[in-house]
């Protein structure tokens, strides 16, 4: 083979290899880049939603949460007309009779005990909800609550939407700790969600 052809071989070969750098690079940054979740629209939320679990955050790492525990349970309730509803069930929930009414009687220690132990392990109200698409927002106004105090109230959290996964994030203080709170809950797609 003569020099000449040899230099050709040699030129359309690189000008191969700098084709196929060229034309993969831009898939090589694309792979590279962080993926972030689509932000969800109004529409998104609409539905009804599975706890799936709460995770708490510290400076030294996860923390069980101390109201709701390990393993919660609950449903999220949003309406297309502005209403919604959560319900939480902390974990481990005190046996207690259900009564056929609620006769008016004296109650002992023991019984003011369980009813205590009763509502520590279990959250609810309902209210109506706006959802801010600019700022991934959504913000529960309470009407009514199992905690009378927190009706009027207004708790707004950052939403994000992954697959089937509606996870709120929070920032708060546990204990004077500072911490990160997300509640992950999944679509109910049908009555055994």
Not at 175 to 192: D, E, H, L, M, S
């Amino acid at each position: 083979m003569s020099k000449a052809v040899a230099r050709i071989a040699t030129c359309a070969g690189l000008s191969l290899l700098i084709f196929l750098y060229l034309s993969a690079a831009p898939y090589c940054l694309a792979v590279s880049q962080p993926v972030t979740a689509p932000h969800a629209t109004r529409h998104d939320l609409v539905g009804a939603w599975r706890l799936v679990s709460i995770q708490l955050m510290g400076p030294d790492g996860p923390m069980t949460d101390p109201f709701y525990n390990a393993d919660p349970t609950g449903i999220l309730l949003y309406q297309a007309s502005g209403w919604m509803s959560v319900q939480i069930v902390g974990r481990p929930r005190p046996a207690m009779e259900a009564e056929a009414s609620r006769p008016p009687h004296v109650e002992t220690a023991e019984d003011a005990q369980l009813k205590a132990a009763v509502l520590d392990t279990y959250y609810a109200y309902y209210g109506t909800w706006d959802y801010d698409e600019a700022t991934s927002t959504v913000t529960h106004h309470i009407k009514s609550s199992l905690i009378p105090g927190e009706s009027g109230m207004s708790y707004t959290q950052t939403v994000a939407l992954e697959g089937e996964n509606l996870i709120f994030t929070s920032r708060r203080e546990v204990a004077g700790v500072a911490t990160v709170q997300k509640k992950v809950w999944r679509r109910i797609t049908g009555p055994k969600g």
